[in-house]
């Protein structure tokens, strides 16, 4: 997911992948992410649809390890559609007060293992670093959403990206194997998960797009993208993923792109080649 500014938390910024095939839609520095843009105090629930796993009789728990303004903002509209919510910074769980207080009973601070111990799937709103420091055990067989997306400028250069061979989210599914990974919620700001979401049917419908290697985690995703507000466009596998990049079509057009124009844009994208170090 976008940032709406350069400085303070490394919760990482806009979501969605790339290429026109897929037109249709199947179906930090951890801050204490205190008060999201126009959600001062507690986040009140709204009459909510059904939501993921609506069969099932226990309410969905929605893991989410990041507490920056990414991380925080996805927690208050998971929060504001039904969802109980697990979340996690790299400070420690007593670092979340200000930020479960907004949230309200739905919602608990924990570490990372616990949010992805807890949670029916996983939000990842942190950068990725070569040397895993995600909770493998508890992610394996949980479909993860990863918003990173990948900054040399902020995180290093990683060779094997800037050389092509992998995007960044086939080195977070490798540092990952047991769990479904799937980009989302990279290439959109954080503020826009509530001032840009529709009702389905709505003409224009702002679209995000998604990643995966699993069928099953593009569904999941393409379903939460609708109940938050938006359509899909699939961009999978995640080899596509860098589509949606920053620098991309798709990344430059954040402010507001129909599923017809993110599919263009997506295709339109062009490798940027970063210099390989060392």
Do not use: C
């Not at 997911?1 to 839609?25: C, F, H, L, P």
């Not at 559609?81 to 400070?91: E, F, K, L, P, W």
């Not at 960044?168 to 700001?189: D, G």
């Amino acid at each position: 997911m976008r940032r709406t500014q350069a400085a303070g938390d490394v919760d990482d910024g806009r979501s969605i992948g790339g290429a026109q095939k897929r037109q249709e839609g199947r179906g930090d520095a951890h801050d204490t992410g205190r008060g999201g843009p126009g959600r001062r105090g507690r986040v009140q629930a709204r009459i909510r649809r059904h939501h993921l796993f609506s069969k099932e009789r226990h309410v969905t728990t929605i893991g989410i390890i990041g507490a920056g303004e990414v991380g925080g903002q996805l927690a208050r509209a998971a929060v504001a559609h039904g969802y109980q919510v697990v979340i996690a910074n790299s400070r420690g769980p007593d670092t979340l007060t200000h930020l479960v207080d907004e949230l309200g009973p739905s919602a608990r601070a924990a570490t990372a293992a616990g949010a992805a111990e807890a949670g029916d799937f996983v939000i990842i709103a942190v950068p990725l670093k070569l040397v895993n420091d995600m909770p493998v055990e508890q992610l394996a067989g949980k479909i993860v959403l990863d918003t990173n997306n990948y900054m040399p400028w902020r995180d290093g250069h990683f060779r094997a990206i800037d050389s092509g061979e992998k995007t960044v989210h086939e080195l977070r599914q490798e540092q990952l194997p047991a769990a479904k990974v799937a980009k989302a919620f990279t290439h959109i700001q954080a503020p826009r998960l509530f001032l840009s979401a529709a009702a389905p049917g709505t003409p224009g419908r702002h679209a995000l797009s998604v990643s995966s290697d699993y069928p099953e985690a593009v569904e999941l995703v393409t379903r939460l993208y609708d109940e938050f507000g938006f359509d899909t466009v699939d961009n999978s596998p995640l080899s596509e993923s860098w589509r949606s990049g920053p620098g991309q079509p798709a990344w430059l057009a954040h402010a507001h792109q129909n599923r017809e124009q993110l599919a263009a844009n997506l295709a339109d994208a062009r490798r940027i080649n970063h210099p390989v170090q060392g």
